[in-house]
């Protein structure tokens, strides 16, 4: 197997609200907050549904990766309820290989509401539901060792079991790549993610605000200066600026698209990833490997949802 996915396995619900529905719920545009059960489900009421389908970060890049013909998995934990089975069959129908046997547990498969203001931004509100109770022993050391690179997702990192399950990853892997996921993620987990960074990572994806929030550094100039130290792959999304990878020291850029249709930048970080990392399996320089994350970034964001 070519990379292996680890992440939270939720289900995205999709919904279009105006902007003032986010201040009347003390919502902060464009993050992630974290949401029980009883909260979802009363934000969920008085909203339409677009459309409902098995996502979470890690797993649209792994969706993404098979739709482009490369041998991937995934591993996250659901329940077996309704959702869970759909979670599943949806990961099972893109040609990814679903690496955990589910089985009945005491709470419900999470779930993520994504809410689309008329600018495209989407701001997440996730009940985890049985994907945050994920563990080591979920993880089977010869998935880990049969994949050419484990990817690892900072929505999943959490104390107690989920961390046991992130350095069982790191441990057993080949090569990691890590996406720091959010600003809410990297501010909330700082230390541990700089550690990580600087120590545990090969492949590190990041948009402008969290690596700059990660090092807190006070300008542009800083966070390339501490990539190029550090010696490890950080590649850098900056929106209509375009996107820019450090490796060992060598800064390399590629530039956004133009004159593009966009409808909802839910997957836009995702589907960059999936195509930076389908260049590197596939021997693709790095200049490619950056025009192809541009590509399908692209491409995504001119529909509703974070699958092609």
Known sequence: MKILGIGNA???VLCKVPDDFLIKNSLIKSTM???DEVEFKKLLSSLK?????SGGSIANSIVGLAQMGNDVGFLGKINDDEL????????RKENVKYLYNKK?????TGSCLILITPDSERTMCTFLGTAGKISDQDLKEEDIKNSDIVFLEGYLWDEGEPKKA???AIKNSKKTAMSLSDLF???????NFLELVKNSLDIIFANEQEITSLIDAKSFEEVILFSKQIKKNIIITRGEKGAISISNGELIECGAQKNLNIKDLTGAGDLFAAGYLHGIINNLSIKECLI???ELSSKIIQKIGARI
């Open 10 to 12: 939720i289900v995205d």
């Open 104 to 108: 009945k547990e005491p709470i419900s």
């Open 185 to 191: 993620c990297v501010e909330r987990h700082k230390p």
């Open 49 to 53: 549904i677009e459309e409902t389908i």
């Open 166 to 168: 992130f350095e069982k």
């Open 33 to 35: 907050k974290l949401v």
């Open 292 to 294: 192809k994350g541009t």
């Open 84 to 91: 869970g089975q759909k979670y599943e069959e949806g990961l």
